[in-house]
């Protein structure tokens, strides 16, 4: 059942204690989203808390009648609020945070902001009440070193802090940082994961995430913008794989205290990237090369390479990514289709 925290407080009652009850801040974005379902499916019980400024109620819709799944219209920054529902859980998945390029660059301040004081809100709540925390960080923190395959010790390599695409790095790098003293000086039981570019159904192109604004482009027959020259590369998981190894590092007690990449190790520029949606869609669409200067305001720099070595997470746990980035494509295709009959529905 929905509830706003600004209409109701959460000790009105406790969830029925049948499983493990997780916390996932940032529940209503795309990852999140898809998190909570997977959780669910296993048998858990979920309490998603989102602000709702980037992610959506339409991604919790086939959710909120489940019993076993509460949302929470609020913020992290309401450290009441945390500390509430940390203690009516037993483990957090922290995803919320202000995402996107686009975002990042353009409020550099508000990103900065609402990640470090959210970050510092969840992890002091989380070590409090003895919960377990995945603490979902990114691959912005390796910054500009594009040596080949990152491993978790590589080096960082960031641009001046006047850069404001910094911004982002430096508060997950912060949350690291904290992460790692709540576990060495508290022995809170905290985790760690990088995320490289996730892709998959429900991931909106308006923060700059690439997939989701060139399928859109390509199925109303527009020119894809490609920013730069398009030799950029990078590497696209798809969200299912990102959600099951997140899940398998939250179920181990040896990935306590630890860092682990999540990504395809798979490469694939941005210009072929371009191409293939197009091939995938069906598309008469062509290609427009749209310089930095004008796809962003002053205080972007683009990285030329982003490939994770996922040797570490593998070596635990098992996982590899299952999915290639054409059945990436496929379902964001299928799910923007489905998104335009809703619509169309609704009207």
Partial sequence: MATSASERRIDEGVMVDDGMRYLITGGAGFIGSHLADSLIGQGGEVVILDDLSTGRRENLDHLLDCERAEFIEGSVLDDQLVDELMRRTDMCFHLASAVGVKLIVERPLESLLRNVRGIDIVTDAAARHGNRLLFTSTSEIYGKNSTGALREGSDRLLGPASTSRWSYATAKTLGEMLVFGYFRERNAEMIVARLFNTVGPRQRGFYGMVLPRFVEQALRGEELTVYGDGTQSRCFAHVSDTVDALIRLGDSDLALGG???????????????????????GSDSTIRFVPYVEAYENGFEELGRRQPDTSAIQALTGWRAQHTIAEAIDDVIAYQHEEVARSQLAV
């Fill in 259 to 281: 860092v682990y990449n999540i990504g395809r190790d798979t490469e694939i520029t941005i210009l072929e990237l371009a191409e293939l949606v197009i091939e995938r869609v």
